[in-house]
């Protein structure tokens, strides 16, 4: 993991992302932050498994999806199958010791 301080990169909306290898963060203090960055590792980790390039398109096609149904960005965000599980375990910090191969199948 690389991290990469830049708030220029990042919508106002979001701390953070995950651009494998890299983590682009808002500002220095999450580098600090176990949680935020145990999230990103998370989302890193999904990547890998998915080939880097099919994690974006899975992505991208489940937020339009989700988006469709809901019509609210915001909503469609946090119900991708990718956050689900990234928030739902960013607080357990020996998650991905644990994490079975492509676990967030388990939170479509």
């Known amino acids: 993991m690389i991290l990469i301080v830049n708030k220029r990169l990042l919508s106002g909306r979001f701390k953070g992302i995950s651009l494998w290898p890299f983590v682009i963060l808002e500002n220095k203090q999450l580098q600090k932050d176990r949680f935020f960055l145990n999230h990103e590792k998370i989302h890193l980790r999904q990547q890998i498994e998915l080939l880097v390039i099919f994690f974006y398109v899975w992505y991208a096609l489940e937020f339009f999806i989700r988006y ?19 928030y739902r375990r960013e607080r357990d910090l020996g998650y991905l010791d644990s994490r079975p191969l492509w676990a967030f199948r388990n939170f479509l």
């Not at 469709?68 to 990234?86: K, P, Q, V």
């Open 68 to 86: 469709l149904d809901c019509r609210d960005g915001m909503l469609a965000y946090r119900n991708i199958s990718f956050e689900r599980e990234a």
